[in-house]
């Protein structure tokens, strides 16, 4: 899997190694097993780290080995990884877009085709970072190309690791492996740190990825300069691997930190078994019997295959239960089968005779061009929404006009929490003055269009202030630490000007977590505000309704009667309490428009209200600001503001 070399290919046949085929077989089926069910095997995504380490003890051996013998050629090196990667990938792609082209509404038809290009560019793992973030998300679970972000890492591996060998060998071969661990100690601390500042681009990237495959190169020195371990502590360095890679597919979970110190776990396991097989031992039994190496040869196409299966069930709501999760294996299995048979063995077979410029072209340069051309006739034609009814199109364009998007300068990443506000972030009255403030996280960013509506009836000027992930709670801990603190710094810098601006109209917005603590901070934070003069108003969360953002999409795509609708679930209790303390408290429910005798629709007058299963977009946030003021809901407003005196920034 993820494109590392075939071992006949890397190294002498007389050092092929089947327990290294072995092992990358428990590295596949534990991602394969994770991704039919997470509760099977909670860690089993760290098999892709399982790779990555096999990958750098390979490539490194490869590569030092041609180094030192001086027959090492860059052309070689990259013409056996095109040879290696892109044939089957191509396939996989290529199947991929063309069942997306019947399943797929035109919104993801077109990212779908925009991943294909980014995937036979080796910068997947770029785009999906930025095009879905957590790769454990709902959204990210439907995406038929999401698993090619390994082989971005791998790839950008390649084309900067023979680099670094050849240049640490011209500047000493003497200290090369000194070198080598110096960086990769650095490597691994990048990582930790980086997880402090966003664990969605440390999962995908090469940098905090680095270490990984790191490991495996120092192991491939130490291997190719001492002698083999004995009996015995090949077998401690056998159990002391199985117990690693164990208990990190047991412990570690999605909501685990990673990668950083937690990946280090699996890679050092992964480590030791190679290094295990280097002193033959009843024990490696378990990884080169026939069946395991089987599995491990076709494990670079069982990868790439089995996860477009999964992905489009997903998106078709097909529960993955027991016989259907049979079902995808054996489909992968017989596909990666086919795959390894008359793809993969042909192509590296055939490769070897080609020049470099042959295999550059023939076998990379016109597939991305055949894709780049697929991507742009589906972007010129939006996705080909002639396939449906048109309504999917329209409804679809209305679910995409995100919030957060159209207001990139008031509502920031927890990264920017030292953002100051910009005068430029208005909703409501287009006046002078400004009469309050609107602050909160991404909830209370979605209701700015709402808030805009609301306001401009009353003639008051509100200035939007939000952070991802920060309810708007003085002291609140949202359970990550360095967002933690972030979020009270940001907090405090809030609450700070609303008490130096004495602003006439305050409103306090978000996705309000249930635990009594937060309730007692959120009382406090009221009185921090009151005490101001300001009137308060709270909005509070609206809904969340699974596939809100998919469900009426689909159910106009594939002519199905599928309920789009949920049950409405309660508020926290404080806010009981908060009614009771503060009658002059004004509270917003936006679920007196999304739900009905507490069945709550996604949509309404057939127009979607959502962007996703929690967050709306921004016309249906308008649509529910226009519903309320027909219902005579309104900000609540003091006199004084009332009669048009606004309380002005100072």
Not at 21 to 39: E, M, Q, T, Y
Not at 204 to 215: K, S
Not at 284 to 295: D, G, K
Not at 500 to 514: E, I
């Amino acid at each position: 899997m993820n494109g590392a070399e075939n071992q006949v290919s890397d190294v002498h046949q007389s050092q092929y190694r089947p327990d290294i085929d072995g092992l990358r077989a428990i590295a596949v089926l534990s991602v394969l097993l994770h991704h039919l069910s997470a509760s099977i095997l909670p860690g089993g995504f760290v098999g892709v780290d399982m790779f990555f380490v096999i990958s750098g003890y390979l490539i490194t051996s490869q590569v030092y080995r041609e180094a030192c013998d001086g027959t090492f050629s860059i052309q070689q090196f990259y013409k056996r990884r095109i040879n290696r990667i892109v044939p089957a990938l191509f396939v996989v792609v290529v199947a991929s877009v063309v069942v997306g082209m019947v399943l797929l509404s035109p919104a993801d038809l077109v990212r779908l085709t925009k991943s294909a290009i980014y995937t036979m560019l080796g910068f997947s793992n770029i785009f999906l970072w930025r095009e879905y973030g957590n790769y454990f998300s709902r959204g990210a679970n439907e995406a038929p190309l999401l698993h090619t972000w390994s082989l971005g890492v791998e790839e950008q591996f390649y084309l900067i690791w023979p680099w670094f060998i050849l240049l640490l060998i011209k500047l000493s071969r003497r200290y090369f492996a000194g070198w080598l661990a110096a960086f990769g100690i650095g490597a691994l601390a990048a990582s930790e740190i980086a997880l402090g500042i966003s664990v969605t681009a440390s999962y995908y990237l090469l940098p905090t990825r680095f270490f990984e495959l790191m490991i495996g190169g120092l192991l491939a020195l130490w291997v190719i300069h001492k002698q083999p371990a004995s009996r015995f502590y090949s077998g401690l360095c056998f159990m002391t691997g199985l117990v690693l890679i164990g208990g990190s597919l047991f412990l570690i979970r999605r909501s685990s930190p990673f990668p950083g110190i937690n990946a280090l776990w699996p890679c050092l396991g992964t480590a030791s078994l190679i290094f295990s097989g280097n002193t033959p031992t009843p024990l490696l039994r378990l990884f080169n019997n026939r069946p395991m190496v089987a599995i491990g040869l076709i494990s670079y196409s069982l990868y790439l295959w089995h996860w477009p299966i999964v992905a489009y069930l997903n998106y078709v709501n097909i529960p993955i239960g027991f016989w259907v999760g049979m079902g995808v294996m054996g489909a992968s299995a017989l596909l990666a089968w086919l795959s390894w048979k008359f793809v993969e063995s042909p192509m590296r077979r055939t490769g070897v005779a080609f020049s470099f410029e042959r295999v550059f072209f023939r076998r990379f340069a016109i597939p991305a061009c055949v894709l780049l051309l697929i991507g742009v006739v589906t972007a010129c034609t939006n996705g080909l929404p002639q396939r449906f009814d048109p309504r999917v199109a329209e409804v679809e364009r209305i679910s995409n006009i995100r919030p957060d998007l159209l207001r990139s300068d008031c509502h920031v990443s927890i990264l920017m929490y030292a953002t100051p506000p910009s005068e430029k972030c208005r909703l409501g009255a287009n006046k002078p003055g400004l009469d309050g403030i609107l602050i909160g996280d991404s909830y209370a960013n979605h209701f700015t269009g709402m808030i805009d509506v609301m306001a401009k009836t009353r003639n008051i000027s509100i200035m939007d202030y939000t952070l991802d992930g920060c309810p708007p709670i003085l002291g609140y801990d949202t359970g990550s630490p360095a967002n933690a603190a972030r979020c009270r710094k940001r907090n405090d810098a809030a609450y700070q000007k609303i008490a130096a601006n004495h602003f006439s109209l305050v409103v306090l917005a978000g996705s309000w977590p249930h635990t009594p603590q937060a309730g007692e901070q959120l009382i406090s934070s009221i009185d921090v505000v009151l005490r101001t003069g300001a009137a308060l108003t709270l909005v509070l969360t609206n809904q969340w309704i699974k596939r809100a953002d998919s469900c009426p999409i689909r159910q106009m795509m594939y002519e199905t009667d599928d309920d789009c609708t949920v049950l409405r679930t309660g508020l926290p209790k404080y806010f009981d309490e908060i009614r009771t303390r503060y009658p002059q408290v004004n509270l917003i429910d936006p679920n007196q428009v999304i739900c009905h005798d507490n069945i709550c629709s996604p949509m309404l007058n057939f127009i979607p209200l959502y962007r996703d299963e929690g967050h709306l977009n921004d016309v249906g946030s308008r649509l529910i600001g226009e519903s309320l003021i027909s219902k005579g809901v309104t900000l609540f407003v003091s006199p004084h503001l009332e009669s048009g005196e606004a309380g002005l920034i100072r």
